[in-house]
DNA sequence: CGATATAAAGAGACCGGTCTCACGACATAT
DNA sequence: ATATGTCGTGAGACCGGTCTCTTTATATCG
């Protein structure tokens, strides 16, 4: 009955403001809560409104105010467990301040990263946080903010923009996770990233377009040249980016004369896929070949040997890339920061101490 | 310097106007790409729009036309796979399409669903696919379809409700399970959930408030019912909410003296929940307790043994969810219909042959 | 060559809120 | 009794698009 009223237009302040007879202000100033308005007439809106039903339009209210009340999100893959999971902080973060998220995939591809943001920007959030897939192609997070919206990068920082960042401390953390293996007794070191690359070898290590990888590999690098040991580009690779492929890589690695004797992976899902091809090759962990992976995604704890990983905190650099923007958002000037939150080393039983 | 030019008010279709020396209708015109307009004057404000960096406003286009473009999805934890999974799907078929997705988190609390639900109301999405925490109360579902906004229940139904909706089919997955089970010689099954319940225990079927655990409960005690064994509910367990409560969930179930001896999960994070329990206990799989995990997640493939599982198709599922509500969307007059997507079981090794 | 059809551009209402300003009523001050 | 101030309400502009209706310029026809 009720059901056949009106299907199609929506209740509006000018149809409570006629069922309560007051005029459309002061049936604006009680839905929207703003101005001042008599108890009497407050309750005579109410009840109309109650009784018709009325929802706010948030999409005319954000027009003559000017904010949408929505951060934008745009992450490489919500698949991955490291961005659902650093989603989850941001919305929290948003939650707690009244703000609402729009998450928008790139896949890590420039082109859908782009066409991402300028949608959001389209929708007119009140703020960005995005993971831009190269840290050498910027121009459309220039626009982002020649347009006045506050920006916070995730997860990679692009120096040459003047945004704030929140990372991890990737450089350190592959440190760490590098003079682990080099004092459990390992010399032959390989990284395998799924960055997508010309070659899969790598010969140039200012080449990588994703900071956060990039900064791994110099970390890396940095110590196995620290430790006097030759040649350290010499087993990192990328292109791990499906199981194939990664078949490929690790089969290749590992059929060199010089086979590394441990294998540290640049996110979980690299870990993943290495994992199996270990195991589809017959390989035993840590027996025949060591692993570190990076994030303590599910499936690393519960493998046979438990996979020793660089602990990244993500849920934390979520939160804080959202508070971050928040607080850009409602005091705009704000002196550009960037954050890095720490990662720990967390030892398993998926590296061997070899060689004594 | 182009930087301090105006760093507030946005580039507006009456500006781009005055610059190309047309009225604000033709610029709209050109910019909206509708009606006609002659080439030359088509380039005259193309150019001036792209020297201005023109960016149409979607909310004040959303408000005239009545469309957003934007699908609203409330889930209960975008940071399960299954969720995330059922989200991919969901956004490629709405990309295709032409529309964006807002998610928003209900954390399967009833209060938080009916704010999400309201808030993508009030956003005016033209469309909303709901993971509905309770079967049983859905005021706020049907003032969805009073409102006259698309609506498609996700992985759960709530048959009083007029509404399209696409599931699994979860009593004959829980069916077919079951029955592995039984053909293997299991005679005392355990089925554990995450739902909240008052006691843990399960004195009514009925009371489960989500469908989907509900009818796999249903297919597990027919199954039961059907072979001949005795008080099917005995060994069935809900509230495995978090690591701690499935510790003592399994501990309990374990040191009965007619203890189970398989486990079913109602998903895939249970399940984990299980594996880390056994593990903890020292057990073995399948040697002390065999289980099968609902959902093909990550770490089922990789642990010792593999876990037998029921294989969800969530994406498909999704897909299928977003492309339903399109057709929804865009031509309204569709008789109601519920999808189910077929599961099938993948055996791998944590189910033991016993008693023969 | 004038009448009519047609294409292209302009003027302005409209969507549903917010918000400024003007106005009337009543209280207090002088 | 008149001036001043405050409070509550109403009228209407505004946000930035879309879209209808009107006007103007050009083409086609008898």
């Known amino acids: 009955m009720e059901d056949s009223a009106h299907p199609k237009r929506a209740v509006t302040v000018a149809d409570v403001a006629k069922a309560a007879k007051v005029s459309k202000a002061t049936a604006a100033r009680v839905l929207g809560s703003y101005g001042v308005v008599s108890a009497k007439i ?27 009340g929505i951060i934008g999100v745009v992450v490489g ?8 999971l650093a989603v989850r902080g941001i919305s929290d973060a948003a939650r707690l301040a009244g703000f609402n998220v729009i998450i928008a995939n ?5 082109d859908a990263e782009k066409s991402a943001v300028d949608l959001l920007i389209g929708k007119r959030v009140d703020g960005l946080i995005v993971t831009p897939a190269r840290c050498d192609s910027f121009d459309h997070l220039q626009h982002v903010r020649r347009a006045g919206v506050p920006l916070v990068l ?32 390992h010399r032959r070191l390989a990284y395998v990233s799924a960055m997508d690359a010309e070659d899969g070898g790598l010969t140039d290590i200012g080449r990588i377009s ?17 430790a006097g040991l030759p040649n350290p580009l010499r087993y990192v690779r990328l292109g791990a980016t499906n199981q194939q492929q990664t078949d490929g890589v690790i089969k290749h690695l590992l059929s060199d004369s010089a086979a ?26 840590p027996k025949d070949v060591s692993m570190i992976s990076f994030l303590d995604a599910d499936w690393t704890s519960v493998t046979v040997p438990p996979i020793t990983i660089v602990d990244q905190r993500v849920y934390e650099m979520g939160k804080l890339a959202g508070e971050r923007l928040i607080a850009r958002i409602e005091r705009t000037p704000l002196a550009v920061e960037r954050l ?17």
Chains 1, 2 share one sequence.
């Open 340 to 356: 890095r939150v720490s990662t720990s080393l967390i030892v398993r039983g998926s590296v061997a101490t070899i060689g004594r």
């Open 106 to 110: 790139s896949g890590e591809e420039l």
């Open 210 to 226: 994703n900071s956060a990888v990039r900064e791994r590999v110099e970390g890396f690098v940095s110590v196995l040249t620290e």
């Open 42 to 68: 407050t309750d005579r809106v109410m009840a109309a409104a109650a009784a018709l039903e009325y929802r706010p339009n948030e999409l005319a209210r954000s027009m003559s105010t000017g904010r949408s």
């Open 260 to 285: 590394p004797t441990a294998l540290l992976a640049s996110d979980s899902l690299v870990g993943l896929r290495i994992f199996k091809s270990l195991q589809s090759l017959g390989l035993s962990i």
């Open 154 to 185: 995730f997860d990679r920082a692009v120096p040459e923009l003047d945004a704030d960042a929140v990372t991890g401390d990737d450089r350190e953390a592959a440190i760490a996770a590098t003079r682990y293996l080099i004092g459990q007794g």
């Open 77 to 84: 893959d919500i698949e991955n467990a490291f961005f659902s």
